[in-house]
C-alpha cells in the first residue's frame, strides 16, 4: 500500500519512511505544501500522513486542496507537534481520519495506520 508523506522536518520524514517500510507500506515523500501537491495530483495513494506545518501550502491547506479541488477521499492522518483544539476542529472538519500529537511511539502509528485502513 502506497503512503504519501507531507514532513518538513528531514529525520522525521526518514524515521517515518523507514517505519512504514519495515511494515511493509511503500512510502512516497514531499518535504513541503508545494512537492505535496504536486504528488497529490500525479500519485494514487491509499493513505495521506500530514504534518501542519509545512512550508509552502500548510497541512490545512493541502487536505481543503485533497477534498475541494481534486474532490478526492483519501484517508487523512495528522501527525504534529502542535495539539491546539481550534486546529483539531480544523481539520475534524476536513474528514481527516486520524490525528497523532509528536513526540510518539511508532506502535501507536503503526496502530493508527492499520485501524484507517480497515475501515
Known amino acids: 500500500m502506497k503512503i504519501l508523506i507531507c514532513e518538513d522536518n528531514p529525520l ?6 523507514v517505519v ?9 515523500t514531499a518535504s513541503d505544501g508545494n512537492e505535496a501537491k504536486a504528488l497529490l495530483e500525479s500519485v494514487s495513494c491509499d493513505l495521506i500522513i500530514v504534518d501542519l506545518h509545512l512550508p509552502y501550502l500548510s ?3 493541502l487536505i481543503k486542496y485533497l477534498r475541494s479541488d481534486l474532490r478526492k477521499k483519501t484517508p487523512v492522518l495528522v501527525v504534529t507537534a502542535f495539539s491546539d483544539a481550534q486546529v483539531q476542529r480544523q481539520a475534524a472538519e476536513l474528514g481527516i481520519s486520524g490525528y497523532i500529537v509528536k513526540p510518539f511511539n511508532p506502535t501507536d502509528l ?3 495506520i492499520n485501524a484507517i485502513l480497515k475501515h
Not at 522525521?12 to 519512511?17: E, I, P, R, T
Not at 512504514?20 to 507500506?25: Q, V, Y
Open 12 to 17: 522525521a520524514l526518514k524515521a517515518l519512511s
Open 110 to 112: 503503526l496502530e493508527s
Open 20 to 28: 512504514l517500510e519495515r511494515h511493509g507500506f511503500e512510502p512516497v
Open 59 to 61: 497541512g490545512l491547506e
